[in-house]
């Protein structure tokens, strides 16, 4: 299937394309060809030319735009002089998001290959291909825009969301380029980045900022900053500040400009703040929180923020002090689960992989492809600990030989100490107060050796140390068996919460999957009826082609609602929960969440 030039031979190759019908019946139609045009496709690329039909009774017909993309083509430019198969862009966004680290420049080089194997010649433009395939993404997009496809939403995390997790990716930096035009994706996933410029600008000129390193402990963190001045490198963004939610669906992102201070992650609270966050979740939130609550004061219109309950990571909080992981550690918080506070890691072994070839890029073409990998990434994503931890508890209770009543006074204690004194520095305070005590000792004694009895100096009652005394953590038994204690109660009642949150989050989904079907046909018996609205600027073969998307979109929608309740019912049991359309099923659902009317 090549194009032969000899002396004696000339063939031309058509492009596959499907050809119109005649009705008449005076003879076959003729093919000649017509418009060469160059074909790149998974076999590299082809020399082609447009057949050009003409029938006996007089009729002729050319190739046209639209023809082509009925075809399963995608024109490179108006006039379409170079033609994609949309196989090729599927494949290629299937590469970006399975193998996010994969070049574009890597992948033209594949197919340069494959022309030469195949016997043909020619070179891609790699510059050309990657521009058709973001438009080819884009216009993909808005056909699933119109569909009601949300592409940064969990659907059981809506409208009522138990915990978001933010998180800074300093891996995902750009050095700096020549500036150009925005991308097709700006603000989709990505915020603006003059937005995001302009509420820092607010914030930090609304109050004064410690520009000094977030300290807990003995550890430093470095993204525990309220402030800090633009990198003098060679680098434009820094990285990128990522919203999850526990499901770790991508809901939100930013650049980083100013590295990971905390206005970013304020920023994207306040983006998130109407999806009816209970839980925020950072790693240095110890920080964050009393942070957020003087900027509240300078920036009331904030207030609603405070509505969210802070969240310490569970992983991070084992580096914190004892007293700040008690107080703000997740395995601590009323309500919360199972939930982590970590999702975002998740994400960022997914997009970091993606840095080797964005640090390189156009900012625009790294804003859409991020975007794509994010929404890549969305499309693809039990109870039986309960008995394992309650076993856990049941085994240390024995071990150090207390009761259940022992158990609740312990976990009591534990909570109580944290308005007391942390004791990862108990021995330097002990040490620090004995040091100081010896000390006046030592001037009392010099002092009465020089006035003489009779003016002896007492020691002062305060100072005066009972034979019995104790201090805090050493009351009730020793501090670290109770926390023992207490750790393994808390899992116990995040595991026994969580039972609660999934039947929950499952009747979320279930209704979001419900409505999202009861939308998509409002909207397509308003097509069918010929009420435009939204779409009046669509031609009537552009509302045909909308009520097709819209249909399939439906099955689809209808699939994935059977799918999710044979899923269900195998995982909770049909005597837990039911997701039949029928009323009843409603009721049975509704029941099993009487019990966690505060979660």
């Given at each position: ?245 526990r499901h770790v669906v991508l809901l939100k992102g930013l650049n980083m400009f100013r590295g990971e201070i905390f206005t970013y992650p304020l920023y994207l609270q306040k983006q998130l703040a109407s999806q009816n966050v209970k839980f925020f979740c950072s790693d240095v939130v110890c920080k964050y929180w009393p942070y957020l609550e003087k900027v509240v004061r300078f920036c009331p219109e904030l207030q609603d923020l405070l509505n969210m309950r802070s969240f310490l990571s569970i992983m991070h909080a084992k580096a914190h002090s004892w007293m700040c992981e008690l107080k703000w550690g997740g395995r601590n918080q ?266």
């Amino acid at each position: 299937m090549r194009e032969e030039n000899s002396p004696t031979m000339k063939k031309s190759v058509f492009l596959p394309i499907t050809l119109p019908h005649c009705d008449c019946s005076t003879g076959q139609t003729s093919v000649s060809p017509g418009k060469q045009v160059i074909l790149i496709g998974m076999n590299g690329h082809y020399n082609l030319s447009l057949p050009c039909v003409s029938s006996p009774c007089g009729k002729s017909w050319s190739v046209d735009m639209g023809d082509l993309v009925d075809s399963g083509y995608w024109p490179a430019t108006a006039n379409f002089d170079t033609l994609y198969t949309v196989d090729l862009f599927s494949t290629y966004e299937d590469l970006k998001i399975t193998a996010p680290g994969m070049s574009r420049q890597a992948f033209v080089s594949m197919l340069d290959h494959r022309t030469k194997v195949f016997g043909w010649s020619g070179q891609i433009c790699g510059d050309t291909m990657q521009k058709s395939f973001l438009e080819w993404i884009y216009a993909k997009f808005e056909v699933e825009r119109l569909s009601q496809v949300q592409h940064f939403q969990c659907p059981a995390c809506t409208p009522s969301m138990l915990a978001v997790a933010v998180d800074g990716n300093r891996k995902l930096y750009r050095f700096k380029s020549q500036p150009g035009p925005d991308g097709f994706f700006d603000g989709v996933f990505l915020a603006k980045d003059a937005e995001v410029s302009s509420f820092v600008d607010y914030i930090h000129g609304t109050n004064k900022h410690n520009p000094a390193k977030g300290t807990c402990g003995t550890g430093q963190w470095v993204a525990a900053q309220e402030s800090a001045s633009k990198s003098a490198s060679k680098l434009d963004e820094e990285g990128v500040e990522v919203a999850v939610c526990r499901h770790v669906v991508l809901l939100k992102g930013l650049n980083m400009f100013r590295g990971e201070i905390f206005t970013y992650p304020l920023y994207l609270q306040k983006q998130l703040a109407s999806q009816n966050v209970k839980f925020f979740c950072s790693d240095v939130v110890c920080k964050y929180w009393p942070y957020l609550e003087k900027v509240v004061r300078f920036c009331p219109e904030l207030q609603d923020l405070l509505n969210m309950r802070s969240f310490l990571s569970i992983m991070h909080a084992k580096a914190h002090s004892w007293m700040c992981e008690l107080k703000w550690g997740g395995r601590n918080q009323e309500g919360a689960g199972t939930t982590i506070g970590k999702e975002v890691e998740q994400v960022n072994s997914f997009l970091s992989r993606a840095a080797i070839c964005s640090k390189f890029m156009a900012k625009a073409v790294r804003t859409d492809m991020h975007t794509i990998q994010a929404s890549g990434w969305n499309k693809q994503k039990d109870t039986s600990r309960i008995a394992e931890a309650s076993k856990d508890l049941q085994k240390l209770t024995t071990e150090l030989s207390i009761h259940e009543d022992t158990v609740q006074q312990w976990v009591f204690d534990v909570q109580q100490w944290t308005t007391g004194v942390g004791s990862k520095r108990r021995h330097q305070l002990r040490k620090k107060i004995a040091a100081e005590k010896k000390a006046l000792d030592d001037a009392i004694a010099e002092y009465n050796n020089v006035v003489g009895d009779a003016d002896k100096l007492p020691l002062p009652d305060e100072l005066l140390v009972e034979d019995n005394f104790s201090w805090p953590w050493e009351c009730h038994g020793d501090m670290i068996q109770k926390k023992k204690v207490y750790d393994k109660v808390m899992l116990l009642n995040r595991l026994e919460e969580e039972a609660l949150i999934v039947v929950r989050e499952i009747k979320q989904h279930w209704e979001y999957m419900r409505s999202m079907a009861v939308m998509i046909e409002a909207h397509s018996s308003q097509l069918s009826e010929g009420i435009t609205g939204s779409t009046e600027a669509l031609t009537e073969s552009g509302r045909e082609g909308l009520l097709c998307v819209l249909k399939r979109r439906l099955c689809k929608v209808q699939a994935q609602q059977t799918a999710a309740c044979t899923t269900y019912r195998r995982i909770l049991g049909q005597h837990m929960v039911s997701l039949d359309d029928s009323s009843s099923g409603e009721e049975h659902l509704d029941s099993s969440l009487s019990t966690d009317e505060d979660l």
